[in-house]
């Protein structure tokens, strides 16, 4: 008996069919069976699916001999199901990696409840993804099992059958089967919640819903859409059969009230003169359904009315955002031409040599190269004073209390910025900013480049998609001295930002502590970490791909490298930031991550605690490695997409030919590298001095505060010492600073 039942009802989908099976399976948990109804197609996908069937034992097509729709497809499958679960999945849909696995694990783990629900994302005909909005139900929901009535918010979420998967023998038990015409999914989905005597979550991305661009069933106009009243008529004879469930009646006549109303704002739904007949019967249903004693929620009174009043209300609902958005404007031009009358005035007023201006990352936080330079001020310079800027009020409650701040755009950032003499950040300040004669900028970068930066993106038009480099450039005009770690990075950045600044060989700011911290630092962050003194820690940090809308594409199975690790060590995992808050973490990272399997470290605001904490990065074009060499600890560089990656984004060398360790082309050949304990053998050890005599040229230690005594305080200070191994310090008499 399989563990799962996949029902797949199919009509029209040729040209999606094929990526939904394959997601299916070439899934790596292989403990299922395909049921595929081909609903009549009068297309090729019959045929797709015969063609599949032959490949695959685990796939059975049934053939009906007429058009029966998507809910009647459905239950034709289900007699043949023999599997523990039934999961009904849309074949123009497709799973994630390691999405089956993680199902079957959430069951065993919960002990096989009636429903699991899971998450979800769309995928848009244009490439994007986002992640479901109401992911934090999911989240939120606990490790165990609950009711619809100890968790009611669950039924916030989608109302639809392709997000769970259902016990088979408690659907047999009840009963459940769909009815005909469009929003099928509302009297099983509402029923089996209701019923279910135990529940789990998984907070994972376990499918793609795929938004077409045409073509989708319920954005074809069409009065079909009518069929909701009587889907919801079923709901409530399912509720009125079953007295214990008389209470969700207020709950359900809101939901139901919330639905209609959606379904007639939608412009694709209902023809233009059928909008009227579905509001009226909508208000019937609901004035027929409405409990006794129960209030109705302030944004369904309209359903009070008529529908005239709810066409003017819709209508003075428009003009009134066309006017807001027209005042919006109009304060933001008046603000703008206050702003450049106050800058004209400010302008007269002498610079504050005592005031220093930081921020990092977009205005992010206390990070990075600047943060490293603002510590090192308030001990050498205590009489500049720091202030930080940060995006909004969320990001400044996180700060801490001794950290000075200000909002961007606020009348304290205008302050600040209009007097300050000093400016360190390590991406260009808001083109608003004006530069005044005397002030000094200061521009960290975030590492050692590996892909292009700057003007040479601009032989790469997909790598600078949504980015203006001529407006890049001119902010860069701004800068007074860029910071540069080797002679390497100093040639690069002087090459990409085609401007009148000075290199000043520091060293990177952020790399001190990795020179200066002593093995008690790593140890502590492993016990902040939860991660056992005597384990061997892989740091895994990828980077984005440019070739892949929102950027994030998984090379690794994770689960499965933390299991071929084997005792005794601990994978960490960090994302690159601006993969943090998207749909990256939920395709399994979150789940890993909660179940003890690896430790997401995404997070962690400093990633220099995370690298002293490791004993080896596993990364694959992150720059993050030019730093980790710092520590002089193995680096392996997977590089399975390195065609893809050099092609799309553009390098400045080949990593592959050049590496700070050894190199994996495959999953394979990564697992052997550890299995063998090759990753720190002597090759590894050759190749990381090389690469660290050419990247850790000026990493001395010092680098924050040769920024502060030269810049700041307008001291002499020594050139970096040379790092052991590395090309000889800049000849005697040299100055750190290099005109570009």
């Not at 690159?576 to 749909?583: E, F, K, Q």
Request: aromatic share 10%.
């Amino acid at each position: 008996m399989p563990r799962f039942s996949i029902i797949v009802p199919c009509f029209r989908v040729q040209g999606f069919l094929r990526e939904c099976l394959d997601s299916v399976l070439g899934q790596s948990y292989r403990d299922v069976e395909v049921i595929a109804v081909d609903d009549c197609s009068p297309d090729g996908t019959g045929a797709i699916l015969d063609a599949y069937a032959e490949r695959d034992e685990r796939l059975r097509v049934l053939h009906l001999p007429e058009n029966v729709g998507l809910g009647r497809a459905r239950n034709a499958g289900m007699p043949h199901a023999t599997g523990d679960y039934l999961f009904f999945l849309d074949s123009d849909d497709t799973l994630t990696p390691g999405a089956l696995r993680a199902m079957a694990d959430r069951l065993d783990e919960t002990g096989d409840p009636d429903v699991l629900v899971f998450d979800y994302a769309r995928t848009y005909w244009w490439g994007g993804t986002r992640r479901n909005v109401l992911a934090h139900v999911l989240a939120g929901a606990g490790a165990g099992t609950f009711t619809a009535a100890e968790r009611p918010e669950v039924l916030d979420l989608l109302m639809v059958v392709w997000n769970k998967v259902y016990r088979r023998d408690f659907v047999a038990r009840e009963g459940f089967a769909f009815p005909p015409g469009y929003y099928e999914d509302t009297p099983w989905t509402f029923p089996v919640l209701l019923s279910a005597g135990r529940i789990a979550v998984l907070d994972r991305i376990c499918l793609y819903y795929r938004q077409r661009r045409r073509g989708s069933i319920l954005s074809t106009t069409s009065r079909k859409h009518f069929d909701v009243h009587e889907q919801y008529e079923r709901v409530f004879a399912f509720v009125d059969a079953r007295p214990a469930l008389a209470v969700w009646r207020p709950l359900l006549h809101a939901k139901m009230g919330e639905h209609c109303l959606d379904i007639l704002a939608k412009p694709d739904r209902l023809p233009p003169s059928d909008k009227a007949e579905f509001f009226r019967r909508t208000a019937r249903m609901f004035r027929a359904y409405r409990p006794e004693g129960a209030e109705v929620p302030a944004g369904l009174r309209v359903l009070e009315g008529s529908y005239p009043a709810y066409a003017v209300r819709r209508q003075a609902g428009r003009a009134a955002r066309e006017l807001g958005r027209r005042a919006r404007q109009a304060r933001g031009a008046a603000l703008g031409r206050a702003g450049r009358a106050r800058s004209a005035l400010n302008a007269r007023r002498p610079l504050d040599p005592h005031l220093a201006v930081y921020s990092a990352f977009s205005h992010r936080g206390v990070l990075g190269d600047p943060a490293a330079v603002y510590h090192r001020a308030r001990e050498l310079a205590p009489h500049v004073r720091g202030v930080w800027v940060v995006a909004d009020e969320e990001r400044a409650a996180l700060l801490p209390p001794d950290v000075e701040h200000v909002v961007l755009g606020s009348a304290a950032y205008r302050r600040v910025t209009e007097r300050a003499t000093f400016f360190v950040n390590n991406v260009n300040w808001p083109g608003t900013l004006a530069k005044r004669p005397g002030s000094v900028h200061v521009h960290t970068h975030q590492g050692t480049p590996l892909k292009f930066m700057g003007a040479d993106l601009l032989g790469k038009p997909g790598a600078r998609h949504g980015l203006d480099v001529p407006q890049m450039l001119r902010r860069a005009d701004r800068w007074d001295y860029s910071l540069v770690a080797n002679r390497y990075s100093e040639l690069v950045w002087e090459r990409a930002y085609p401007c009148h600044f000075t290199s000043l060989r520091t060293g990177s700011p952020r790399n001190d502590v990795l020179v200066n911290a002593g093995s008690r630092h790593g140890r502590e962050v492993r016990a902040r970490l939860g991660v056992p003194a005597d384990h061997t820690v892989v740091l895994y940090a990828p980077t984005r791909r440019e070739y892949r809308r929102g950027g994030h594409v998984d090379r690794i199975d994770l689960a499965r490298f933390a299991a071929d690790l084997g005792d005794g060590h601990t994978l960490v995992v960090r994302l690159h930031p601006s993969l943090a808050t998207g749909p990256a973490r939920g395709l399994g990272l979150s789940e890993l991550h909660r179940r003890g399997v690896l430790v997401d470290a995404t997070d962690e605001p400093c990633v220099e605690d995370l690298m002293l904490a490791s004993d080896v990065l596993v990364t694959d074009y992150s720059a993050l490695m030019f730093d980790y060499a710092v520590l002089d600890r193995p680096i392996v560089v997977h590089a399975d997409d390195w065609g893809a990656y050099a092609a799309s984004r553009g390098t400045y060398f080949d990593v592959t030919a050049e590496p700070p360790g050894h190199v994996s082309r495959s999953y394979r050949e990564l697992a052997w590298l550890f299995g063998s304990g090759t990753w720190r053998d002597e090759e590894a050890a050759r190749l990381r001095a090389a690469f660290r005599e050419r990247f850790c040229e000026f990493d001395d230690g010092r680098a924050a505060e040769r920024v502060v005594r030269t810049l700041l305080l307008g001291e002499p200070m020594p050139a970096p010492a040379a790092v052991r191994g590395a090309l000889p310090a800049p000849a005697a008499g040299r100055s750190l600073q290099t005109s570009s």
